[in-house]
């Protein structure tokens, strides 16, 4: 039922909120007030209420001013400014393996999961950490993760000879999205927080910011509310801030940051070799790369902005085909070939500096999507910040390579699909834990060919294939099956 005034005439919208939306041109969001509910009214009151519409507004209008204007030139990153593979030292990685243990063991590390997404892709309502991928353990993404944590925990008091319940707990702060929160606060609940202690434990939220028409106008989900999504992975930044956890980060005594999204099979959570390089080099900000596999690969590449300038990702879309496909006549691989596939290191101190300076420049990635409106479906933009929009801040940013068959399994598509499926990564972890097993002295027998199986070892009971032999020399194991305690 309409809402009436005294006098028979509908109510009219609120005088002062209709002046604020005219200001910023966006008044027709009350376009269809008359033919709303006083429910209605209420709700739509609340949502706009609920903006920060000046904030919004210098958003919108910044992003859509960047779209199509020059960028800085870009240059390939010189090979001898990455720690490639084969230039690294078994010296090198021992050194760098016990820094990174001994940070840990003092409290300098957090880390901090990328997980507003659902996994729509793969066929699911649930949040993408939820998702068990098909190994044998039937373990889901979020369990791997907290029991890599876990071991690290393990080996980081043991470096110190405080194996016996004496060691410092890695605190794990977990972005959410207002789509995903919720569920992942019970499946965690449900898991009795897969073993780790419930208060080192950080859910936090990431924001959300209209869709809007390629003009810049709200699009409006139903005729009460403004169609919202999340603000992409680089959400990451303003979400701490207002949530006051670097603050609380300060205070825990921690100085750097593992930063990593969720969909990542075979991701190294809080790995010390990594940390210790990170200090090692004294940098502000680090990414794990991988190389490019073929030109047409669909991740986005790091390179450097202008003659000399800083490290900068550009996304797959935004590379020229030409430039894709150029070659290093002296290595002979891609000229653009470091990959960034979402693992990063930075500190603290970095952290705070770009929680500031991004939400200054407003500037956010614009993607065509179909959005969900009030005449069913339309073509909209959505803004987002990702998190490598942080890396042309850095003072000083050091690439460090890994191995995709070890580090690299993402899950983005459902099985049928020609890449990053639940099965390709359940594959990438099995035949690297087979290559553990092997390496340890153990044996297996299969039923299938050994290419489409293998085993699955427990995070528990190794981190990156040591400490296996006690368990796997001289055994026989039948592939598929997980080794664990």
Known sequence: MRELTADGNAAAPPQ???????DYGQEYTFALWDELSAEERDLLVKD???????????IIRCSLRSQGLPTAAIEPVPESSV???EERTLEERERWWKMGLKAISEGKLAVVLLSGGQGTRLGSSDPKGCFNIGLPSGKSLFQLQAERILCVQRLAAQSTNEGSGGFVPIHWYIMTSPFTDDVTRKFFESHKYFGLEADQITFFQQGTIPCISKDGRFIMETPYKVAKAPDG??????????SRLLEDMATRGVKYLDCYGVDNA??????PTFLGYFIDKGVASAAKVVRKAYPQEKVGVFVRRGKGGPLSVVEYSELDPTLASAINQETGRLRYCWSNVCLHMFTLDFLNQVANGLEKDSIYH?????????HGYTMGLKLEQFIFDAFPYAPSTALYEVLREEEFAPVKNANGSNFDTPDSAKLLVLRLHTRWVVAAG???????PLYATGVEISPLCSYSGENLEAICRGRTFHAPCEISF
Not at 48 to 58: A, G
Not at 233 to 242: D, E, H, Q, R, T
């Open 48 to 58: 706009i209420e609920s903006l920060d519409l000046s904030r919004v507004d210098r």
């Open 16 to 22: 002062a909120l209709l002046e604020r939306l005219k």
């Open 442 to 448: 153990g044996f297996l027998t299969h039923s299938v």
């Open 233 to 242: 992975n680089g959400g990451v930044y303003s979400a701490l801030k207002s």
């Open 366 to 374: 614009l993607a065509e999507k179909k959005i969900a409106s009030t």
């Open 266 to 271: 075979l991701v190294r959570v809080a790995d």
């Open 83 to 85: 720690s490639t593979v």
